[in-house]
């Protein structure tokens, strides 16, 4: 595991794969870290450069303040500019989504070659203008609820959100994930009800019609976290995206039907850069000519 020191002098780790290959840049969600992409960049790292953020938070990386979507996004950024990468494909899953999509808004993307979104909606509170948030029904009551079990009964409800962040039908899957959710690594309550709470305000549908580069969406049919269209929502406003909906899949695609994320991650990173290199190979000509 590496580590690079942002602005504020906090050390935060990271996976790199190396390599002169188009890069890929993995953001996880929230109580998850790096490891959880270890398997999709397993089967990636032959074509692509893979390079996967723990949080604030998570992981190794320290719980240093703030503990905002946009800090996350600033250490995105900042990584990115760490390594010096060129035209990185951003792939967000769940709060890695909501991260990117902070991410868009400080940075633009004229320097990103595409962009991944898993199961993640650009506003998680609901109201009456909007439904497509966190469980369908995510009011102040919600973000207080989840506030006070998180502090009195923290290891319940890792336990409860791993299990049910699952498809119903995936009883084995279900059950381990309930086992071993306390264990898989030592989560810090206060930056998970920080970001949690942060996380409650963020509202990107605003910037979603202005997202004008490739973007892949890739959503689970029976999300508990997304029970609405959000898919479909995201597919309509994007200038250019896909959507590919994952049928034996909740919130997890990655871990859930890890085969066919790769297969449609790979097409879709694939179909990029061939059309990179002939836009490059144009303007060569071009400027020959």
Not at 193 to 201: G, R, T, V, W
């Amino acid at each position: 595991m590496l580590q690079f020191m942002t602005d504020d002098q906090t050390p935060v780790f990271y996976y790199d794969s190396g390599g002169d290959k188009p890069p890929v840049v993995f953001i996880h969600g929230w109580t998850s870290s790096s490891r959880d992409w270890r398997g999709i960049m397993g089967r990636l790292v032959k074509q692509y450069r893979c390079i996967a953020i723990n949080l604030r938070g998570h992981g190794k990386t320290p719980a240093k303040p703030p503990l905002t979507i946009s800090r996350l996004a600033q250490d995105v950024h900042q990584l990115i500019q760490h390594l010096e990468l060129k035209q990185p494909t951003l792939v967000g899953w769940s709060m890695g989504g909501l991260t990117t999509f902070e991410y868009l808004h400080q940075f633009g993307y004229a320097h990103l070659n595409s962009v991944v979104l898993v199961d993640q909606t650009p506003r998680m509170r609901t109201d009456e203008t909007w439904e497509l948030g966190l469980f369908g029904e995510y009011t102040h009551v919600q973000v207080s609820e989840i506030k006070d079990l998180l502090s009195s009964q923290k290891n319940r409800v890792i336990r409860q959100f791993s299990k049910e962040i699952l498809h119903p039908k995936r009883h084995t899957l279900r059950f381990l994930s309930w086992m071993v959710a306390p264990y898989r690594g030592k989560y810090n309550v206060e930056a998970l009800i920080a970001l949690s709470d942060d996380m409650a305000d963020c509202d990107y549908r605003e910037l979603v019609p202005t997202i004008n580069l490739p973007v892949l969406l890739c959503y689970g049919a029976a999300s508990w976290l997304y029970p609405g269209a959000v898919g479909e929502y995201l597919h309509e406003h994007l200038p250019q995206a896909q959507l590919v909906k994952f049928s034996k899949s909740g919130h997890c695609p990655p871990i859930e039907e890890p085969r066919k994320f790769v297969r449609t991650l790979r097409t879709f990173l694939d179909q990029q850069h061939v059309s990179s290199s002939v836009v490059a190979s144009v303007d060569t000509q071009e400027q020959s000519a």
